[in-house]
């Protein structure tokens, strides 16, 4: 700016510089010039009256080249009105031509007097002349040579540049001065309080303005920080991982819970999400999301599968970034792939009896069993069906116990409930020489009763189902600090440690045909887990090879 006002009034000085230069030059001349005029006619006035006084013998007195006191090089000739000349100051008359054919010879001798320029043919001289007519018809001129403006100016040149130099190199340091002058105080303003400037009154709007956008400006950042407040405060508590990227992959906000899925720390914003997350799965999702708008892919991080859904942002039109949200799934998977699993094994367990059904009816249908084998083919076809019967009945007992379908709970005498479960299945116990015992208090629990005989039930028949002839199952019922316990302990075969965390599982046994050969289905111990978890209570596990089998089922108080 400085610069620029530099340049500026130094333009207008040296402008101004040369029109003055101009303009006072050509008054000059023009003063000049209307005073050579009237000295012109001064003299030739005075001449006039000397010729007329004393002819030809007056202007021999004067010398040539012929010099009044105020106009050099005066030129006096005069012409007889034939137009011969009769005396010239600087040639001899003999030597002139005829100048009747002159202009201001013509107009003098018509009009009395004659005045006129003519310019020489380089145009840098003229020559001014007047002519009058004398009382005896004769004419007397005068004439003086001068320089032209163009010419005048050519020989001053000199001194023309040295004034004008000296005078741009005066306008130049003035100018700059000025120009810093004019700049200090726009220097000096201060833009944090526009309105308590003082240095020009026309900035005085200029500066309004600035104090109102300032304000504007202000309200808008207090708003973008409380917005920016609450986003925070929402992405950090939330459970699922939030990442914010741009249109290159860089990360531009990323949440606790996305920190902690990519083992990130807060220093990662700025940085691409590539050094982030090295795995090329979760980066061509966000590529894909880019180009497509929203992608989706599960991954396994920190032991754990995340959904990860990734979605485009758009601004103006046009694809900006993209948002990345993180699900914790693994819960949901898990359930899937069970889901899935027992599926199959349904179709499986279900298949096995079915076949065997089918394979002794058609043996019967085409006679081929011999009278005497009938009733084991009979009996075969009936333990299957009833086999049959049992699985149904325990997979709708876990779809019921799966869909959380439960009646409603009330207080129940776990004792009560122990000694009529041993009653149903001491006829079975018997056959095999095996002693029940219930033992304990009347202790009551919240639940649902058909659920916990239920429990009892697979608990003491799978007690009966793995034990020794003549071995025993013993049933309790008792109140610890923690809560109530019913534990139902056997002699049978027990279940090998590498076993026993999975004879929860849906379909798990130790031993098949022996779990077959009993009319187990796979499902019973499920059932428990899933009672117990019903009603919050723990189950635990004691066996070993051989060495009999305890489990426990703790109810913790206030739990249920
Ligand atoms: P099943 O219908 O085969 O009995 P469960 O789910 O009730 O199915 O039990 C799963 C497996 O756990 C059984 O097949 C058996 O191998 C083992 N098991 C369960 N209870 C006992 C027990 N009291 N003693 C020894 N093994 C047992």
Not at 117 to 139: I, K
Not at 218 to 241: D, P, S, V, W, Y
Not at 406 to 433: G, I, M, T, W, Y
């Amino acid at each position: 700016m400085t610069k620029k006002i530099f340049r500026s009034i130094l333009l207008a000085a040296v402008s101004v510089l040369l029109a003055s230069l101009v303009i006072i030059m050509g008054c000059l001349y023009d003063y000049y010039r209307n005073v050579q005029e009237k000295q012109l006619r001064d003299e030739l006035r005075l001449a006039s009256y000397g010729v007329e006084a004393g002819g030809s013998g007056y202007l021999e007195q004067l010398a040539s080249p012929y010099r009044f006191a105020s106009v050099a090089d005066c030129r006096l000739t005069w012409i007889a009105a034939d137009g011969k000349v009769l005396f010239d100051t600087h040639v001899p008359a003999a030597e002139m031509e005829n100048h009747s054919d002159r202009v201001e010879i013509r107009e003098a001798l018509a009009e009395g007097e004659s005045e006129g320029v003519r310019y020489s043919q380089t145009l840098t001289e003229r020559t001014l002349y007047c002519a009058q007519r004398l009382s005896d018809g004769t004419v007397l001129r005068i004439s003086i040579s001068q320089l032209t403006v163009f010419a005048l100016a050519m020989g001053m040149l000199q001194p023309i540049l040295l004034t004008a130099i000296i005078a741009a190199i005066l306008s130049a340091l003035l100018a700059h001065r000025m120009a810093k002058s004019i700049v200090a105080p726009l220097d000096r303003l201060d833009l944090d309080r526009p309105l308590e400037n003082d240095a020009y009154e026309e900035l005085s709007p200029l500066l309004g303005r600035i104090h109102q956008q300032h304000r504007q400006i202000e309200a808008q950042l207090r708003e973008l920080g409380r917005k920016t407040e609450e986003f925070e405060q929402i992405t950090e508590n939330m459970g699922e991982g939030l990442v914010l990227l741009d249109g290159k992959g860089v990360v531009l906000s990323i949440n606790p819970a996305a920190r902690t899925i990519f083992h990130a720390d807060s220093a990662c914003v700025g940085q691409e999400f590539l050094v982030i997350d090295r795995d090329h799965t979760i980066n061509l999702a966000v590529q894909t999301a880019l180009e497509r708008g929203h992608s989706e892919v599960r991954a396994v991080r920190n032991d754990r599968e995340y959904q990860f859904d990734i979605s485009q942002i758009t601004a103006d039109g046009a694809a900006a970034g993209t948002v990345l949200l993180a699900f914790d799934v693994t819960e949901q998977a898990a359930a899937e792939r069970s889901r899935r699993e027992f599926t199959a094994n349904v179709s499986h367990e279900l298949k096995t009896p079915l076949q065997s059904i089918m394979g002794s009816a058609e043996l019967l249908e085409n006679g081929l069993v011999k009278q005497e084998d009938v009733p084991q083919f009979v009996g075969v076809i009936r333990t299957e069906a009833a086999r049959l019967v049992t699985l149904v009945e325990d997979i709708i007992h876990l779809s019921q116990l799966d869909e959380g379908i439960a009646p409603a709970k009330e207080q129940v005498n776990l004792l009560e409930l122990a000694d009529s479960a041993v009653s149903a299945l001491r006829e079975r116990a018997e056959e095999r020489h095996i002693g029940l015992s219930v033992s304990g208090e009347n202790l009551m629990v919240d639940g649902v009763r058909s659920f916990l005989y239920e429990m009892l039930y697979n608990l003491i028949d799978n007690a009966i189902k793995y034990n020794i002839d003549g071995g025993r199952v013993e049933l309790s019922v008792s109140a610890g600090d923690t809560g109530i316990t019913v534990s139902v302990k056997d002699t049978g075969i027990g279940i090998p440690p590498e076993y026993q965390a999975r004879v929860f599982e849906r379909f798990f046994r130790v031993d098949k045909s022996r779990s077959k050969a009993s009319g187990g289905t796979g499902l019973g111990l499920s059932i428990v887990k899933h009672i117990a978890q019903y009603h919050h209570a723990e189950i635990k596990l004691h066996s070993g090879n051989g060495r009999g089998t305890i489990i426990e089922i703790l109810f913790a108080i206030g739990e249920m």
